[in-house]
């Protein structure tokens, strides 16, 4: 258990994240695209809304990437500054630029991504960060779609945490518009079973692997020291060497539902952290999920 009473914004992050933001452009009312009116330019990204969410729990976390050189760039640098996320292994790429998603509330997610800064990384860009002595790394298969040079980096990350005492925390997170269910299939099974902590979703488990149950994706991963399975407003399963725990998800209107994986995510990695029971770590996943679930941002500055 870790105690992190007396940390501040200076010390070294105990979490690292590392993959792709964008600018997330929401209308601020739960209203569709097509008609709203007003809009708010955020910044949105699984493994930077994991950090943002860690921030605000008083857990230090760096976020590591790259974005384009340019005005959406500066601005997701600074709005994730701001959130207090450690931007220092952030690279600002003048060749590419930042990609962008837009949320049409209620309905689906418009991503413009391709050929982004965030897809030009390499085994090269995590050289200097200090994997090694952090407590955490957290990883989404989001990444190792984005291109061939990511993945790359992606099991360059595994590899080096393999070999520290540092844990590995992966969320699937499969995305059908970045990869086919043929080629995502192996590939996140396989990251998959190289971490300590493992997220996954049973409707996206079902269409990877065809697993019915929270027991069928266990099967799958039986040596993940916490494997949690996310059975959408059912409720999430975790196993681990306590055994196994179900709680059901809190109940709550939903706005919008992108972005609240991450916050689960987050609100599981503090509990974790802070070393609370199977059953504290699964509410407090829900918990921050529901945050996220009442409005149109991925992120909402609580503490």
Not at 125 to 146: C, Y
Not at 215 to 224: C, I, K, L, S, T
Not at 265 to 291: D, F, I, P, Q, T
């Amino acid at each position: 258990m870790l105690d992190y009473g007396s940390m501040s914004q200076t010390s070294p992050p105990d979490v690292i994240t590392i993959g792709e933001t964008m600018v997330l452009v929401t209308p601020v009312e739960a209203e569709p695209l097509e008609t709203a009116s007003a809009f708010r330019l955020e910044a949105g990204g699984a493994e930077s809304n994991v950090a943002s969410h860690l921030c605000d729990l008083g857990i230090p976390t760096a976020w590591v990437s790259q974005l384009g050189d340019d005005a959406l760039g500066r601005r997701v640098e600074r709005l994730l500054g701001e959130r207090q996320v450690d931007t220092r292994w952030v690279r600002l790429v003048a060749s590419a630029p930042t990609g962008a998603y837009f949320k049409d509330p209620g309905s689906s997610v418009q991503y413009f991504r391709a050929g982004s800064a965030a897809s030009l990384m390499n085994a090269a860009t995590i050289d200097k960060v200090p994997l090694e002595s952090s407590h955490l790394v957290h990883l989404s298969g989001i990444t190792a779609a984005l291109s061939a040079s990511c993945a790359a980096m992606v099991e360059a990350v595994i590899a080096r945490v393999a070999a520290a005492p540092t844990l590995l925390s992966f969320d699937v997170n499969y995305r059908s518009a970045l990869w086919t269910v043929a080629d995502a299939a192996p590939s996140l099974a396989h990251l998959a079973g190289g971490a300590d902590i493992v997220f996954v979703g049973l409707d996206e488990a079902r269409t990877l692997w065809d697993t019915r149950t929270p027991d069928e994706v266990r099967a799958m991963f039986p040596r993940a020291p916490y494997l949690i399975v996310k059975d959408g407003d059912v409720g999430a399963t975790e196993y681990s060497s306590d055994g196994t725990t179900f709680v059901p998800a809190t109940p709550t209107a939903v706005v919008e539902v992108v972005g609240a994986g991450d916050a689960f995510a987050a609100g599981y990695l503090n509990a974790l952290l802070r070393g609370r029971a199977s059953a504290e770590r699964l509410r407090a996943g829900h918990e921050r999920a529901v945050l996220v679930l009442q409005s149109t941002s991925d992120f909402l500055h609580i503490h």
